[in-house]
Nanobody, 122 residues
Framework: QVQLVESGGGFVQAGGSLRLSCAFS????????VGWFRQAPGKEREFVAS????????SYGDPVRGRFTISTETAQNTAYLQMNSLRPEDTAVYYC???????????????WGQGTQVTVSS
């Protein structure tokens, strides 16, 4: 059974940094690609970044490109999202997810974590 558990969220001032972690258990071929998404109150779930487990290539959403970095540590079955230069508009619940293909569509991700809250104050 695949399980994803996020951690690392919290409260930070604008311009600050946070690193989110996503610990995988039961990783299989159906979790070959990792994605991070976020959802703010009243808004749809938004693509943040995705990567292959081998760190071969990554993709970023326009609002975070150049500020956020996605990575994985296969030996620890953990994915990361380093978030720098945070802005109040980055405030959301952040989710990690796993898919069998490299995609930005949340509908194509098969497994999801429970989410972690990130709050950025101005």
């Amino acid at each position: 059974q695949v399980q994803l558990v996020e951690s690392g969220g919290g409260f930070v001032q604008a311009g600050g940094s946070l690193r989110l972690s996503c610990a995988f258990s039961g990783r299989t071929a159906s979790t070959a690609f990792v994605g991070w998404f976020r959802q703010a109150p009243g808004k749809e779930r938004e693509f943040v970044a995705s990567i292959t487990w081998r760190n071969e290539y990554a993709s970023y959403g326009d609002p975070v490109r150049g500020r956020f970095t996605i990575s994985t540590e296969t030996a620890q079955n953990t994915a990361y999202l380093q978030m720098n230069s945070l802005r109040p508009e980055d405030t959301a619940v952040y989710y990690c997810a796993a898919a069998t293909i490299f995609t930005q569509s949340p509908a194509l991700y098969n497994y999801w974590g429970q989410g972690t809250q990130v709050t950025v104050s101005s």
